[in-house]
């Protein structure tokens, strides 16, 4: 069976008329030659709401992984979970941040990327409580 760009909305529609989830600033419907994706960029800023976002993100989904992208130009890091929704499709959940060299991430190279375990964004969205 072939997904289509509708089976795509279809399935991004019904998972968000069934849970509650965080602003998102875009969703993208990608029926490409590696498969069929929903991305969806959230609208925050700060690592611990992009935290926070993408664990209520994860709770949603089948067979999560998260993971930490730098972007070419170095300027900016990407922090995303990937799933599938109910149904199969795949999605790609993310926030982008600075690049600071000290904070999160500040050890990959331009264009790297790197699997992280939840825990990290369990104690990434903690970091927001402490501070209040």
Not at 8 to 22: K, S, V
Not at 53 to 58: I, K, P, R
Not at 88 to 100: E, K, M, N, Q, W
Request: glycine share 8%; hydrophobic share 45%; proline share 7%.
């Amino acid at each position: 069976m072939t997904t289509t760009t509708v089976d795509l909305l279809d399935a991004i529609h019904t998972h968000l008329a069934d849970f509650e989830l965080p602003d998102m600033w875009s969703v993208q419907v990608v029926a490409s030659l590696l498969g069929p994706q929903v991305n969806v960029q959230l609208t925050h800023r700060e690592p611990p709401k992009i935290a926070a976002a993408l664990l209520a993100w994860a709770d949603t989904l089948d067979a999560v992984t998260a993971e930490l992208w730098r972007v070419p130009s170095g300027d900016s890091v990407h922090l995303w979970v990937t799933g599938r929704l109910p149904g199969g499709v795949a999605i790609r959940v993310y926030g982008c941040l600075p690049f600071c060299g000290s904070g999160f991430g500040g050890d990959l190279e331009p264009n790297a990327t790197t699997t992280i375990p939840l825990h990290t964004l369990r104690h990434l969205s903690a970091m927001a409580e402490v501070t209040v």
